[in-house]
């Protein structure tokens, strides 16, 4: 559904949810690291197409720079409903001082995980506002069971790119054949090679696109070009 400005979305929509996300935990040092599913638990890891590794990650979320063993894992833990809305995230990092640890990076105070928690400006229900309705307020988006809406640009009849906003709303992805609710990136899998997009590449709903590597879910690269539409249309 091209309802969202997106050029040429080309990083792993796991990190879309950035939205949701606070700021990294300080490492000093800390190397730039890749994506990939994975985590500290005594298992060696192999890359991915991400640039990560895979691997067994621990049962609870590790504190930011505890130590971990395996450069490149990134693990996921927690989140609201089966789209696993407002996760922990944490990475296995090298330093330059040769130090390795993780870096956590908790949800966003701001972060939406369930209906109880949108914004009084939030419709009643996910079928409230028709997609193409105007904004109840300019930059809203709100979470329901169903899925997610919220206020995208659009072209208006003055012309300029992206300068109104209407309201679009779009069920969760149910990839076909695979888990739900969607496992967290770093979770054990059983079919290898298996891929499950949680996100709508063009749509209000974003979310990690996952591979089955190695016996875990690992996020992979997901690309898209989406062209913003004319209002009402």
């Known amino acids: 559904m091209n309802r969202i400005l997106a050029a040429s979305l080309a990083a792993?929509?796991?990190?879309?949810?950035?939205?949701?996300?606070?700021?990294?935990?300080?490492?000093?040092?800390a190397d730039d690291g890749?994506?990939?599913g994975g985590g500290d638990g005594g298992t060696d890891g192999s890359p991915n197409p991400d640039g990560g590794s895979t691997?067994?990650?621990?049962a609870n979320a590790p504190t930011a720079g505890q130590a971990?063993?395996?450069?490149?894992?990134?693990?996921?833990?927690?989140?609201?409903g089966n789209h696993r809305l407002c996760t922990t995230t944490a990475i296995c990092l090298k330093g330059s001082s040769g130090v390795t640890a993780w870096i956590v990076?908790?949800?966003?105070?701001?972060?939406?995980?369930?209906?109880?928690?949108n914004p009084n400006a939030c419709p009643a229900s996910f079928t409230t506002l028709p997609t193409g309705s105007a904004c109840p307020k300019q930059g809203l988006s709100c979470v329901y069971d169903q899925g997610m809406c919220g206020c995208i640009?659009?072209?208006?009849?003055?012309?300029?790119?992206?300068?109104?906003?209407e309201w679009a709303c779009d069920p969760y992805p149910t990839p076909s054949g695979?888990?739900?609710?969607?496992?967290?990136?770093?979770?054990?899998?059983?079919?290898?090679?298996?891929?499950c997009n949680y996100g709508e590449l063009c749509g209000v709903v974003s979310g990690p696109s996952l591979?089955?590597?190695?016996?875990h879910w690992a996020s992979q690269p997901t690309a898209a070009s989406c062209a913003i539409h004319q209002c009402g249309k």
């Open 34 to 36: 890749g994506g990939g």
């Open 55 to 58: 691997g067994a990650c621990p």
């Open 153 to 165: 640009p659009c072209i208006g009849d003055s012309g300029g790119v992206g300068s109104q906003q």
């Open 178 to 195: 695979c888990p739900e609710p969607r496992p967290l990136i770093g979770s054990a899998c059983t079919q290898e090679g298996q891929s």
């Open 211 to 215: 591979g089955c590597q190695n016996g």
């Open 105 to 117: 990076t908790p949800p966003s105070p701001s972060c939406i995980g369930t209906p109880d928690q």
């Open 12 to 29: 792993p929509l796991f990190f879309v949810l950035a939205a949701c996300s606070g700021a990294s935990a300080t490492f000093t040092g």
């Open 68 to 80: 971990c063993t395996t450069p490149g894992l990134n693990c996921e833990f927690g989140g609201s």
